[in-house]
């Protein structure tokens, strides 16, 4: 095929529009009578089950699944033989979630389709530590954009932290924990630095009885 397609990938933190981005993008495909899927991974379940990508502004579209054991080029083969033409765009979001192996099978689509895939997700966990599907976007893709997002106090958010039921920063914990604004906010390094330094702070402070009776302290 003499069709040129890319491999892209479009990162960012939470809540930095990423997911209204390829929403966006979808419409105006549909717009313009482009051909075009959008595929999730099934481990996101926010929706209550539903085959959707959803916005947190309140728009969503339809998607196909991504199972852990889902062959995403044989997926792209089937698409082809089904409809006898080749799908324009693939649009993925939380493309973090997927294998390396599953980031592989989307290079061969836009290698040997020449469909344009746009990968959009986070780059790094709660840890900051990178998700073993954004590695590897990392290393093939042939774009690679950050979707830029502005923590409280005005610099760049770069970490996805953890919180608990309190607001606290969570440091421990499986790499994979899906959650909205609930269990994490996007900060800037500086910020998640100095936020658990004053929870250690906090938590070395020694612990006083307190008497309701008396209203004293011992």
């Given at each position: 095929?003499?069709?040129?397609?890319?491999?892209?990938?479009?990162y960012?933190?939470m809540?930095?529009?990423?997911?209204?981005?390829?929403?966006?993008?979808?419409?105006?495909?549909?717009?313009?009578?482009?051909?075009?899927?959008?595929l999730?991974?099934?481990i996101?379940?926010?929706?209550?089950?539903?085959s959707?990508?959803?916005?947190?502004?309140?728009?969503?579209?339809?998607?196909?699944?991504?199972y852990?054991?889902t062959?995403?080029?044989?997926?792209?083969?089937?698409?082809?033989?089904?409809?006898?033409?080749?799908i324009?765009?693939?649009?993925?979001?939380?493309?973090?979630?997927?294998?390396?192996?599953?980031?592989?099978?989307?290079?061969r689509?836009?290698d040997?389709?020449?469909s344009?895939?746009?990968?959009?997700?986070?780059?790094?966990?709660?840890?900051?530590?990178?998700?073993?599907?954004?590695r590897?976007?990392?290393?093939?893709?042939?774009?690679?954009?950050?979707?830029k997002?502005?923590?409280?106090?005005?610099?760049?958010?770069?970490?996805?932290?953890?919180?608990?039921?309190?607001?606290?920063?969570?440091?421990?914990?499986?790499?994979?924990?899906i959650g909205?604004?609930?269990?994490?906010i996007?900060?800037?390094?500086?910020?998640?630095?100095?936020?658990?330094i004053?929870?250690q702070?906090?938590?070395?402070?020694?612990?006083?009885?307190?008497s309701?009776?008396?209203?004293?302290?011992?």
């Amino acid at each position: 095929m003499n069709r040129k397609g890319k491999l892209y990938f479009r990162y960012g933190t939470m809540g930095s529009a990423k997911t209204a981005l390829l929403l966006t993008m979808a419409y105006n495909f549909e717009e313009r009578k482009m051909r075009y899927v959008c595929l999730k991974p099934h481990i996101d379940t926010r929706e209550g089950g539903r085959s959707v990508i959803r916005s947190r502004i309140g728009i969503e579209r339809e998607c196909k699944w991504i199972y852990p054991d889902t062959d995403i080029y044989a997926l792209a083969q089937n698409l082809f033989e089904q409809n006898m033409t080749v799908i324009d765009w693939f649009l993925v979001d939380e493309a973090q979630f997927l294998t390396a192996g599953q980031i592989d099978q989307l290079a061969r689509i836009v290698d040997d389709f020449g469909s344009n895939v746009i990968c959009f997700g986070l780059r790094t966990d709660f840890q900051s530590r990178l998700f073993e599907g954004s590695r590897r976007l990392f290393e093939i893709a042939d774009t690679i954009d950050e979707i830029k997002s502005t923590c409280t106090c005005g610099r760049k958010t770069i970490v996805n932290a953890r919180i608990d039921a309190s607001g606290d920063i969570v440091t421990e914990g499986a790499q994979v924990e899906i959650g909205g604004d609930e269990r994490y906010i996007a900060v800037c390094r500086k910020c998640w630095r100095n936020r658990r330094i004053e929870q250690q702070a906090r938590m070395s402070l020694p612990f006083a009885e307190f008497s309701p009776a008396t209203g004293n302290t011992d």
